[in-house]
């Protein structure tokens, strides 16, 4: 049994960590309000998006990964002897990719072919990747691997900060905020994911309030686990998110605490000013993360 590790471009993996692993990603994409469409971290990448959406009158729209794309990312691992592939995918609730890596699994032969929803996105997604691969380097099976990130999936937690739930209500990837909408004057809106799906959370006074609310949210639930990571997940406003994993690593300086960065795709949706902190009941690492002190 040899056993392959791939995923979708949201999940946010460092490129030294992808190639090492031979990790294959299969991108999603972002068209723009002039009609020109871009593979994310492929031919567009999150600082030059930024930019783009500072100036964009329109919210770019996003599509899952071509299944062509995915059968032959397949068909590669079995060119090169691998029996098994394990392909983790964002939520199903915000995405078509998870269905589709389904039914791209069917269509291929000479491979089993194992499709993941991480029911989350970016590092914490990510991180179900990260984690298999231990496990394969432990020696362990493809079910015993599989049965394992399983338990992260019902365990994975995330609460996201928004300046707006503009960019999430066009784009249809929250659920359940109609009552919000058009009632958040100098107000900033708190999520978090439920069964996959983008939900409310609270409604906090200020940013400020809202990133200690959730500061603490994720070390309240690291603390129901005997390993944790929490990850600080940054978006244009670098100064803040940065000051966030500082605060938290000061503050706890015995729980693991990684940083990382959004990418175009989730930035679309979650709009400029956007920040997240994921929580999973595992001991992950990720060697050479970001530099935090860029």
């Given at each position: 049994?040899?056993?392959?590790?791939?995923?979708?471009?949201?999940?946010?993996?460092?490129?030294?960590?992808?190639?090492?692993n031979?990790?294959?990603?299969?991108p999603?994409?972002?068209?723009?309000?002039?009609?020109?469409?871009?593979?994310?971290?492929?031919?567009?990448?999150?600082?030059?998006?930024?930019?783009?959406?500072?100036?964009s009158?329109?919210?770019?729209?996003?599509?899952?990964?071509a299944?062509?794309?995915?059968?032959?990312?397949?068909?590669?691992?079995?060119?090169?002897?691998y029996?098994?592939?394990?392909?983790v995918?964002?939520?199903?609730?915000?995405?078509?990719?998870?269905?589709?890596?389904m039914?791209?699994?069917?269509?291929?032969?000479?491979?089993?072919?194992?499709?993941v929803?991480?029911?989350?996105?970016?590092?914490?997604?990510?991180s179900?990747?990260?984690?298999?691969?231990?496990?394969?380097?432990?020696g362990?099976?493809?079910?015993?691997?599989?049965?394992d990130?399983?338990d992260?999936?019902?365990?994975?937690?995330?609460?996201?900060?928004?300046d707006?739930?503009?960019?999430?209500?066009?784009?249809?990837?929250?659920?359940?905020?109609q009552?919000?909408?058009?009632?958040?004057?100098?107000?900033?809106?708190?999520?978090?994911?439920?069964?996959?799906?983008i939900?409310?959370?609270?409604k906090?006074?200020t940013?400020?309030?809202?990133?200690k609310?959730?500061?603490?949210?994720?070390?309240?639930?690291?603390?129901?686990?005997?390993?944790?990571?929490?990850m600080?997940?940054?978006?244009?406003?670098?100064?803040?998110?940065?000051?966030?994993?500082?605060?938290?690593k000061?503050?706890?300086?015995?729980?693991?605490?990684v940083f990382?960065?959004?990418?175009?795709?989730?930035?679309?949706?979650?709009?400029?000013?956007?920040?997240?902190?994921?929580?999973?009941?595992?001991?992950?690492?990720?060697?050479?993360?970001v530099?935090?002190e860029?």
């Amino acid at each position: 049994m040899k056993i392959a590790v791939m995923t979708d471009s949201t999940s946010y993996i460092p490129q030294h960590i992808l190639e090492k692993n031979n990790i294959r990603i299969v991108p999603l994409s972002i068209t723009l309000e002039n009609g020109e469409n871009y593979k994310e971290n492929i031919s567009i990448f999150a600082d030059e998006f930024y930019d783009i959406l500072k100036t964009s009158k329109s919210i770019p729209t996003t599509s899952q990964p071509a299944i062509g794309e995915m059968i032959s990312a397949y068909e590669a691992y079995r060119d090169e002897g691998y029996t098994d592939v394990i392909v983790v995918h964002l939520s199903s609730g915000i995405s078509g990719a998870y269905q589709t890596a389904m039914q791209a699994s069917t269509m291929v032969e000479g491979i089993r072919v194992h499709p993941v929803d991480s029911k989350i996105a970016c590092l914490p997604e990510g991180s179900l990747v990260l984690r298999a691969l231990d496990l394969i380097e432990q020696g362990l099976d493809v079910e015993a691997i599989l049965a394992d990130l399983d338990d992260m999936v019902q365990h994975v937690g995330a609460f996201l900060v928004v300046d707006d739930l503009k960019n999430l209500h066009k784009s249809g990837r929250i659920t359940g905020a109609q009552a919000w909408i058009g009632n958040l004057l100098k107000m900033k809106p708190v999520l978090t994911f439920e069964d996959g799906l983008i939900v409310p959370y609270e409604k906090v006074r200020t940013k400020k309030r809202a990133l200690k609310l959730i500061e603490d949210k994720a070390v309240e639930i690291s603390n129901q686990f005997e390993q944790s990571t929490i990850m600080v997940i940054g978006g244009d406003e670098r100064e803040e998110s940065q000051g966030v994993y500082k605060d938290l690593k000061e503050k706890h300086p015995n729980k693991n605490i990684v940083f990382s960065e959004l990418g175009p795709v989730i930035t679309s949706h979650l709009g400029l000013g956007g920040f997240g902190i994921g929580v999973v009941n595992r001991h992950i690492e990720v060697p050479d993360s970001v530099n935090v002190e860029r």
